[in-house]
């Protein structure tokens, strides 16, 4: 496993310590399903669409556990005066 992609664990297993703890068991749960994701969302990645199995274990996802984790994982790098600047 490259250094890129032990980062990018440590940054969701981050995410998700720090959703359970305001969130209870059941979102990091929801989360973990969406491992099937990965090759749709790593960096490099060559596959333009998800699976239909990324998508239908986004779709058991939570709203609420989604939205409060992308909304973690964007405001982190402020909080950890990281700033981080995306763009296509």
């Known amino acids: 496993m490259g250094a890129s992609r ?3 664990v440590i940054l969701v297993s981050l995410i998700v310590a720090l959703v359970a703890r305001t969130h209870g068991q059941t979102c990091p749960n929801q989360l973990g399903t969406l491992n099937v994701c990965a090759p749709f969302v790593v960096p490099g990645s060559t596959d ?3 699976s239909s199995e990324c998508c239908l274990a ?3 996802v939570d709203r609420d556990c989604l ?3 992308v909304r ?3 405001t982190l790098p402020t909080q950890c005066n990281f ?3 995306c763009g296509n």
């Open 83 to 85: 700033p981080v600047t």
């Open 48 to 50: 333009a669409t998800p």
């Open 6 to 8: 032990i980062s990018q």
């Open 67 to 69: 939205c409060n984790t």
């Open 58 to 60: 986004l779709q058991s």
């Open 72 to 74: 973690i994982a964007t």
